[in-house]
């Protein structure tokens, strides 16, 4: 018991310290740079700074999700899916650090919100786990999308980012929906949306 709780921590820590291994290269990494003014890297370290956050969110939730999974290879598609999704926090990090921004100052916050929203998930059985797990993936997708729109045409490099972790969030949401995610029910899908708005509104500033 002492172990688990030793790993489960340790988990925690690295996604909110950090250092995050990626084994791809940084998508957009051989594009130039675009001329960007002080105010478009400001946002753009903004938006940044919120994909990260969402990023954090994403691991505290697969971790709470694994926890109380009874189904072992349920177990382990959470694990695969935060461990690819590993790569995005090294992605944003790098881009909000070449915009001059920092991470967000609420990061044990976010994670501790989204480990107790994993767990609480996990006790409803596997297929509202993994439906829980396809709805998350579908909204951040839907939010990926405008964040490129947000971003300065001349921004190739953050939307090659935002693309492929866009393309990441699609695959993990097949893959729940694949092994019997249920569709949640709508109220459920529109608190979810409320709880991500207030994150991200907050996470641009904070």
Known sequence: MIDRFIIEFD?????????????RPTPGNDLPDAELTPEEKRHVGALMRVNHVGEICAQALYQGQALTSKDASVRATFKQAAWEETEHLAWTERRIADMGGRKSLLNPLWYSGALAIGVLAGKFGDRWNLGFLAETERQVEAHLAGHIDRLPKSDAKSAAILDQMRAD??????????????????????????SAKLMTSTAYYV
């Not at 988990?11 to 084994?23: C, D, E, N, T, Y």
């Not at 969030?169 to 979810?192: C, F, Q, S």
Request: no cysteine; proline share 10%.
């Open 169 to 194: 969030e699609a695959k993990h949401a097949r893959t729940a929906i694949a092994l019997g995610g249920a569709d949640l029910p709508a109220p459920v899908r529109l608190m979810m949306r409320a």
């Open 11 to 23: 988990k925690a820590l690295r996604a909110i310290v950090g250092p995050h291994p990626s084994s």
